[in-house]
């Protein structure tokens, strides 16, 4: 009883002035702050991904200009929406919109490469047969001196809700090429997907992932770097021909059509990233990291 009376006498004692300064010098514990920053195959960002190694990259917030060289693509008719990340531009079929852009050498000179982007497209059927009425752009690489170009993405005809086709075609040398297909793919009409094409030239090799899965692999019809000859203008939303006036030898198609829905965090680098890399690239984006 004697030690708590002067314990208790000892801390009356104290003066109120130095008990508020001793507490005045703690913070309230926070445990968000004591989370450990999430990583994924040792990245923290989408930023340290291969930085070197990006030549082009447009994040459509609010702009149309590709990041990387400050250039705009030229507008026809898109808008601006809600995104995967911050805003994405809008396209629509009943406008016939799309985007293209004159790109450089850092695209144009492409040996080994990997573009990415994140898209959600709305489903289409205006004649009511469960199909969307003709193949929809999605990235492209132009040649003007021909019917395809020298990179043409799109969703193939006949594509429905429940099972769409994704074809890439690739043309090296103006004349060999490789055709990729992703076929009976379940959800593409439903929501925010991301679609990523690599190309290796050390090993000649093709693969293609839809959020990070890899669904296709191709070999390539030619051997070692890429060669793009006589390239135009990158196309979005749209394949070559069917732009106004229509790039290539032939005209615009009545089997063709337009994409409508948004396109996000396009990128574009001059190498092919690794399986890891590209799983990072779509988890960091989706965490908007």
Request: proline content about 2%; hydrophobic content about 40%.
């Amino acid at each position: 009883m004697k030690n708590k009376f002067h314990i208790t006498l000892g801390l009356k004692a104290v003066p109120m002035m130095v008990i508020l300064l001793l507490t005045g010098c703690y913070e309230k514990f926070d445990p968000e702050s004591y989370k450990p920053e999430f990583t994924i195959s040792g990245f923290t960002a989408v930023d340290q991904i291969a930085t070197d190694n990006l030549v082009a990259y447009w994040s459509f917030d609010g702009t149309l200009a590709e990041d990387v060289s400050g250039a705009e693509a030229d507008n026809s008719g898109t808008t601006f929406t809600g995104g995967f990340k911050g805003q994405a531009v809008n396209m629509s079929v009943a406008n016939k919109t799309y985007l293209t852009y004159d790109a450089g050498t850092e695209i144009t000179g492409l040996k080994s490469f990997t573009i990415s982007f994140w898209v959600n497209p709305t489903f289409i059927d205006a004649n009511a047969d469960n199909g969307i009425d003709g193949i929809l752009g999605l990235v492209n690489l132009s040649n003007p001196a021909g019917f395809w170009g020298n990179l043409d993405w799109f969703v193939e005809n006949g594509s429905n809700k429940n099972a769409a086709k994704i074809v890439a075609h690739i043309v090296s040398d103006g004349n060999k090429e490789t055709w990729m297909n992703v076929s009976n793919f379940k959800g593409l009409f439903d929501g925010w997907t991301n679609h990523t094409l690599t190309y290796n030239a050390t090993t000649s090799k093709f693969n293609y992932y839809i959020n990070a899965s890899m669904l296709s692999e191709a070999t390539a019809g030619w051997t070692g770097d890429t060669n793009f000859t006589g390239s135009g203008p990158m196309v979005f939303g749209c394949v070559q021909f069917q732009t106004t006036p229509s790039i290539g030898c032939c005209g615009h198609q009545d089997w063709a059509s337009y994409l409508t829905g948004s396109m996000d965090e396009v990128r574009i680098y001059d190498t092919a990233l690794t399986a890891e890399e590209i799983t990072a690239l779509v988890v960091l984006q989706g965490k908007g990291k």
